[in-house]
């Protein structure tokens, strides 16, 4: 048989049974029936329905000025996520988010978009608080929980607004605590919670939750070379921001707590044989270290080493350097009564100081 007879034939055969099922609907594949969601999925389903209306999208703007036409516009100037602290309109943030906007905008879970005022920031912890004017019944306080009794291996959830996305929800476990990290002025945030869940640039200022839904965390770092979750990222605890926050609501600013004294640098205590904790270089006026009796190291008309006074600890808590000491200082309230251990020539004591305020 020739090859086009052949062909002919296999049309034949063929041709009848492909235009039969032409002519029939297609029809897509039945789903095949599942089981109940698992318990874990359950809660994980539970927790974003119940928080995502108290986390936000922050957008901030900032004025810029066209080099010819000297004419002025608002570009946007980055993203991040906030969430609600209270029905009178408070939302809490990384200061970083909106550091250098001009203007920052608020979205709510519903999509509605507000105007924030700056109410006040505190940039050696990374908070802000912005304050929105809108409905009560849009308003859902986030629930507090503590950062204190956080273990290695809990689960966690992460809801913010990675690369401008919104609402994006995402697990993983606390992976370590009492890490420190670098705030924006370069001090120390000591006590940060490590997690694996995934922390992209725009969660910053987001939530950290429990499985119980409470905020044990706000998301402020991820420690990456490409800028990109990695499986390490950090959070400020909770204990922390519910510590800071309320004072930047009644005052705006967070005002430090202070004895009045200047500190000399590590390598000068070094020197002198002086015990870890905060050489004294000056003692100011008036000061309640002045009141409590300290002492600043100094020389006399011959050049000689006065000795002064090493603060080591306050209350019983060790200071190796000034940072520890500010960081001791901030958890407590001006006109409060201290005890600092104090080194002096090879010698101990403690001293009582009430505490005055840092402007």
């Known amino acids: 048989m020739s090859k086009r007879l052949l062909a002919l034939a296999l049309i034949v055969l063929l041709g009848a049974p492909v235009a039969e099922a032409q002519n029939k609907p297609a029809q897509p594949r039945a789903a095949s029936p599942r089981g109940a969601l698992d318990a874990e999925e359950q809660n994980n389903i539970s927790v974003f329905k119940r928080l995502s209306p108290s986390v936000?999208?922050?957008?901030?703007?900032?004025?810029?000025?066209?080099?010819?036409?000297?004419?002025?516009?608002?570009?946007?100037?980055?993203?991040?996520?906030?969430?609600?602290?209270?029905?009178?309109?408070?939302v809490v943030t990384n200061f970083h988010v909106i550091q250098g906007g001009d203007r920052a905008t608020v979205t709510l879970n519903d999509q509605s978009s507000y105007p924030a005022k700056l109410v006040g920031a505190f940039p050696d912890r990374d908070i802000a608080v912005l304050r929105i004017e809108a409905p009560r019944d849009k308003l859902p306080a986030i629930p507090l929980g503590t950062s204190r009794d956080l273990q290695v291996g809990q689960k966690v959830y992460a809801i913010g607004n990675p690369f401008g996305l919104d609402q994006t929800l995402t697990t993983g476990i606390v992976s370590a605590l009492n890490r420190e990290i670098e705030s924006v002025t370069r001090r120390t945030i000591k006590g940060a919670i490590q997690t694996d869940a995934a922390i992209n640039p725009g969660n910053s200022g987001g939530p950290l939750l429990d499985s119980a839904g409470r905020l044990i965390g706000v998301n402020t770092a991820i420690y990456s070379p490409s800028g990109a979750s990695a499986g390490i990222g950090f959070a400020i605890p909770v204990d922390e921001v519910n510590r800071i926050v309320p004072r930047l609501i009644r005052d705006g600013r967070f005002i430090r707590p202070a004895l009045g004294v200047t500190s000399g640098p590590e390598n000068l205590a070094k020197a002198l044989g002086a015990p870890k904790g905060v050489l004294l270089v000056n003692v100011a006026d008036g000061s309640p270290a002045a009141a409590a009796g300290l002492r600043p190291f100094g020389r006399d008309r011959v050049g000689r080493i006065i000795q002064g006074d090493v603060i080591t600890a306050i209350d019983g808590q060790a200071v190796a350097d000034l940072d520890d000491m500010l960081s001791l200082l901030e958890t407590r309230q001006i006109g409060e009564k201290v005890t600092l251990s104090v080194w002096r020539s090879g010698q101990t004591r403690k001293v009582a100081a009430t505490l005055g305020s840092s402007d």
């Open 56 to 90: 936000v999208h922050i957008t901030t703007l900032a004025v810029q000025r066209d080099f010819f036409s000297l004419r002025t516009s608002e570009q946007p100037s980055g993203t991040g996520t906030g969430f609600i602290w209270d029905d009178a309109g408070h």
